[in-house]
């Protein structure tokens, strides 16, 4: 990835504390494609629609400054991965976020969930232990450290290392799984295999990795089943697919439906996990202008799943009029329940019309739902594509109804963006912005209001909570 661009002054960073869990950081080259220039197709002429606010940003800290990946939230604070660690925000006053601390601990993607005081961290970018400060080793190192380090939180200016576990492939993703008792978390990990050069890696690898962290002592987290997905290999015939299925990219969980939706390569599933430890694949389709099953969310109400593809791996150009509407997009699915498990039916495809040039990494990336009770409204990053409101309450008729897109070709003041995720969380949305740090964006169309009543204490993503008023 090339050097990201300057950042300009920004507010956020008075009294933060760096904690330095590492005496070496080695900065990532992430596979994302040049730089923005000029687009040869401009887009619309505004930074934003009418109805979304640009309120903050934060950019990146000089001790956590490589590429920014997910979010998850706990009360007042988000916590934004990124390839170097981690950084944890005050959003108390989401017009004016502080950055609390900064966790350098290199150890590639950063993905992350949170559970009270116990953070979760994704490694799959092997090290020589699973110390944070341990060098990068190559991956034909067979003693090299990928999977899931665990943080204490409970002072969010002072988090601490307590464990890590180490999973076949690493952790590409991780999604938290909590547990009908309370006492424990359970942890999915994703991950594929990417060559047979990797030696703890060797395809196939149609698994996921279980942990299972007790609460009353998180040090002794270990990995507790590996169930395979895929016993007959999954897909391996999709024209056009990246690579087969080798495993899964990520998976969201919804327990109060005792349901998951895998996005795993060339295969988008569901899962029951009524019995969470050994989840059981109930449904498995596939899609010709897939090329990369990458992310899957559920409706409140469990009848529809949407689910992305990266085409590009996210590295390349694909929201223009010659890549079309149906490769780069998300497929909408209805989901239903039958005497053999479960069905999804294609309803539609949603990509976002405003064309972006042919220097413009763009694809569908990471979103969730607005929390509108009753109805189905989605928020969502595009890269350099920008961020996208979308209306799905017809699931074959999607539109987009609001955006934000930070680039310099609409606002020549506008700092290239490039946004990994976007959340909505308690009123606000929050993106990820790979280069420009923590964006927060106010939505202000009224059809949207109702979710502003729905609170939450935690979120994480890939954990769907089911929502209702004043909750």
């Known amino acids: 990835m090339p050097a990201a661009p300057p950042t300009r002054p920004g507010r956020g960073l008075r009294g933060a504390t760096a904690v330095a869990l590492t005496a070496a950081a080695t900065l990532f080259v992430g596979l994302l494609g040049p730089a923005a220039a000029h687009a040869d197709t401009p887009p619309s002429d505004s930074v934003t629609s009418d109805n979304v606010e640009h309120i903050a940003n934060v950019p990146k800290p000089a001790a956590v400054s490589n590429t920014n990946s997910d979010l998850a939230f706990t009360g007042d604070h988000v916590i934004g991965g990124n390839y170097d660690g981690f950084v944890i925000y005050d959003i108390s006053e989401p017009a004016d976020p502080q950055i609390i601390s900064e966790v350098v601990c290199p150890g590639g993607q950063g993905d992350v969930s949170v559970s009270g005081d116990l953070l979760y961290f994704a490694v799959d970018s092997p090290r020589a232990t699973d110390e944070c400060g341990a060098p990068a080793v190559p991956v034909t190192d067979p003693n090299g450290f990928e ?5 204490d939180i409970s002072d969010k200016a002072n988090p601490q290392y307590v464990a890590a576990v180490r999973t076949d492939c690493g952790s590409h993703t991780l999604t938290l799984v ?12 994703s991950s594929y295999a990417p060559s047979v050069n990797f030696p703890n890696c060797q395809p196939p690898h149609d698994k996921i990795s279980i942990i299972e962290v007790p609460l009353d002592d998180p040090a002794s987290a270990a990995v507790i089943n590996e169930p395979v997905l895929f016993p007959d290999g999954g897909n391996h015939d999709q024209p056009g697919l990246l690579r087969p ?3 899964c990219h990520d998976i969201t969980v919804y327990p109060a439906k005792d349901l998951a939706a895998g996005a795993c390569m060339g295969d988008g ?9 050994n989840p059981v694949v109930t449904e498995v389709v596939q899609d010709e202008n897939f090329a990369f099953w990458h992310s899957a969310t559920f409706t409140n ?6 689910f992305t593809d990266e085409l590009g791996g996210g590295g390349a150009a694909t929201c223009t009029e010659e890549i079309g509407p149906e490769r780069g997009a ?3 699915y209805t989901l239903k329940e039958d005497g053999d498990g479960h069905s999804l039916e294609f309803a539609s495809y949603f990509k976002i019309d405003r064309h972006q040039g042919t220097q413009q990494n763009c694809v569908a990336h990471n979103g969730s739902l607005i929390p509108v009770p009753g109805q189905n409204f989605f ?3 595009w890269y350099q594509g920008g961020v996208s409101v979308i209306d799905f309450n017809n699931p074959k008729k999607p539109r987009e109804i609001g955006y934000f897109d930070a680039d310099s070709r609409i606002d020549p003041d506008m700092e290239n963006g490039s946004t990994w995720s976007a959340y909505y969380y308690n009123g606000y949305v929050y993106s990820s912005d790979m280069r420009r740090g923590l964006d927060v964006l106010k939505i202000t169309d009224p059809r949207l209001r109702p979710a502003e009543r729905v609170v939450f204490d935690e979120f994480n993503p890939q954990t769907q909570p089911n929502y209702r008023p004043g909750r």
């Not at 109400?301 to 949407?306: E, F, M, N, Y």
């Open 245 to 247: 299925t080798e495993g």
């Open 301 to 306: 109400d469990a009848k529809s799943v949407l």
């Open 379 to 381: 928020v969502q990053s």
């Open 147 to 151: 999977g899931v380090r665990i943080f």
């Open 178 to 189: 909590p547990t009908e008792d309370g006492a424990s978390d359970l942890i999915y990990v």
């Open 330 to 332: 998300n497929a909408i």
């Open 269 to 277: 599933i569901i899962m029951d996990i009524s019995d969470p430890v």
